[in-house]
């Protein structure tokens, strides 16, 4: 039951760099919050650095500033309704887990939560706040990270505005010298 | 011939969110160059600002740094080849445009060229450069964009690492207020 693996941290990128929708859990005065995003990037390999904005109109927000730590978690196309669902609701009026009937579980080294419903969980904490005052934008380091094994090649969805996704469809291989 | 369309800049979003691969051209010291990226991210809708890592070992870092503009364009899946191929050689030593057969014409509002065989174009300015000393991390504005009204449903490569990319496949459409 929810046996989560470790996951190194080497090969964080490969999960972000592709540009899923993900999700963001927060934790702040004792009260778990999840968002949907999709504007993050990678910043560094190892150890993972990420950017990500954050609309200061958004309850992660000011969860994500005062805390200092997140965890971004990766849903299949599976969980496209739900990813939806969480993104048309705010924090301030909805307490999203058992709305949504998400299970959070405890993370190792954030006091955010992770998801279990979600194929990867990476916990991070915030590396650099100079660009969030006026750019909302957001820079933290993976600290963790965790995969579920059982979950083999999952579909990612890509956002390309006002609920229409493009869904992870086959895969290329060409010889490169890119890390 | 290379009939480019004004593309609006309010949704240049739904282009760059998803996280294609794209390629990033400068023009520096009268020399064009063109690079491979995927480490971009979304940071305001209107006018668009979009952040970007670009190594300092590459040839671009410094051509951005210096001159301020580039063009992110973005190249359909037809292309992958050619973007590997961008990706695994560097400024310094090929001229590229020539070498892989890639054809360059005049921005409207920047010295970087456009890409004619890439199906959006977006001219860039530089808007932040905070973060570029320590995190290679350029903030860029959007002034122009462009697209190609003879491809319809373009298909964007997302790289997973060492040369395996996602190819975009079904697109779905759920009811949202997200923009």
Redesign the interface.
């Known amino acids: 039951m929810n046996k989560l693996k470790d996951f190194p941290l080497s ?1 964080v ?2 999960l972000l ?4 929708v993900v999700l963001v859990t927060t934790c702040f005065q004792g009260r778990n919050n999840v968002m ?1 995003m ?7 390999f190892e150890p993972p ?1 990420v ?3 954050v609309s200061s109109n958004n309850y992660t927000f000011n969860a994500l500033k005062r805390s200092r730590e997140c965890v971004i978690a990766l849903p299949g ?1 599976e969980l ?2 739900k990813v ?1 669902a969480v ?2 609701c705010s924090g301030r009026n909805v307490d999203k887990f058992p709305a949504f009937r998400l299970t959070a579980i405890p993370a190792e080294k954030v006091e955010a939560p992770l998801v279990v419903q979600c194929f990867a969980n990476l916990e991070c904490k915030t590396l ?1 706040t ?2 969030v005052n ?4 957001f ?1 933290l380091e993976v600290v963790q990270a965790w995969i579920d094994p059982r979950r083999k090649n999952p ?1 990612t ?23």
């Open positions: 090969k990128y490969q760099e592709p540009g899923p949907t999709s504007w993050h990037m990678m910043v560094e650095a950017a990500c904005v196309v496209a309704r939806v993104g048309n650099d100079r660009l006026k750019y909302n934008l820079l579909k969805i890509h956002h390309h505005g006002y609920g229409t996704f493009v869904v992870d469809g086959r895969t290329i291989t060409l010889p490169s010298k890119m890390r």
